[in-house]
């Protein structure tokens, strides 16, 4: 015990201040990795790797030759062979990590206020509640930090503003933009009848539609919040990062969006005063 303590002070005192920051920064990288992986199909792939690898050493201490052989030509092989089955991940891992924190940092601010953010709020709530209640399908995207410009260039350009009466007749069932999703940029609808990218997620509920899928896939590969109205329930869902909160009210939507929105907005106001004490 004496001996481990001797070992454990003189390593210490080896450690140098490039050391610590070194130690610290793997350990935020593996931290947020962990992170974005957690719950998705890559974690099980982590898993495996890590089975993989605890076996390929247990074989090579019991000098089991020949499983250490098979084990160690399994994972050169393998190498490969994860970069072409969990492509989606690894991609959707990239996304994310690229789009982190950066998009919030050159996101420069509009001329849009809290009071415009919270009206537009408000009017995308009732118009969900009104079409929940009529069971009317529909798609609305509200942009953030990750520009959605390939999506917007999908759709037709609209650059109206936001009201609960004209997001309910784009959505009104056999007009020419329903099927497709609103975006919501700077409060206000900039296009309409967009396509979005589907989920790959094969362990979602089975009764699930076209559109709740199109905003999971969406919220995959951006930070975007869409808001989706099952035309067969009539019920509220928002999705946001990968995951889908359904059955909302429009009291809890409203607040819901508030709050994520509020984040951007809060961002947008610390770089208008940046802006403003340079040009003084």
Request: charged share 20%; hydrophobic share 50%.
């Amino acid at each position: 015990m004496n001996a481990f303590l001797e070992y454990l002070v003189k390593y210490v005192q080896l450690l140098r201040i490039s050391d610590l920051i070194d130690i610290l920064i793997v350990s935020v990288i593996v931290y947020y990795l962990i992170n974005l992986i957690r719950e998705t199909r890559a974690m099980q792939l982590v898993k495996g790797i890590i089975f993989l690898f605890i076996a390929f050493f247990l074989s090579q201490w019991l000098k089991l030759n020949a499983l250490n052989y098979i084990l160690g030509g399994a994972m050169q092989i393998g190498a490969f062979a994860v970069i072409v089955i969990f492509q989606p991940e690894l991609r959707n891992l990239l996304e994310r990590m690229g789009r982190f924190k950066v998009g919030r940092i050159i996101d420069f601010a509009s001329d849009t206020t809290e009071d415009d953010l919270h009206r537009v709020i408000d009017s995308i709530a009732q118009a969900a509640a009104n079409m929940s209640v009529t069971k009317t399908g529909a798609l609305i995207v509200m942009e953030r930090a990750t520009r959605l410009g390939e999506y917007i260039s999908t759709g037709t350009m609209l650059d109206a503003n936001v009201s609960s009466g004209l997001l309910e007749n784009i959505f009104v069932p056999n007009t020419p933009l329903h099927d497709g999703a609103v975006i919501i940029r700077n409060n206000k609808i900039v296009t309409a009848g967009c396509l979005l990218p589907l989920t790959a997620n094969n362990n979602l509920s089975r009764d699930l539609g076209t559109r709740h899928r199109a905003a999971i896939g969406l919220s995959e590969v951006t930070d975007a919040v869409i808001i989706v109205v099952s035309e067969e329930t009539g019920k509220i869902s928002i999705a946001l990062n990968g995951s889908l909160t359904r059955n909302l009210s429009r009291e809890s939507l409203a607040k819901a969006l508030k709050k994520i929105m509020s984040q951007k907005q809060e961002t947008n106001e610390k770089i208008d005063k940046i802006m403003f004490w340079r040009t003084k």
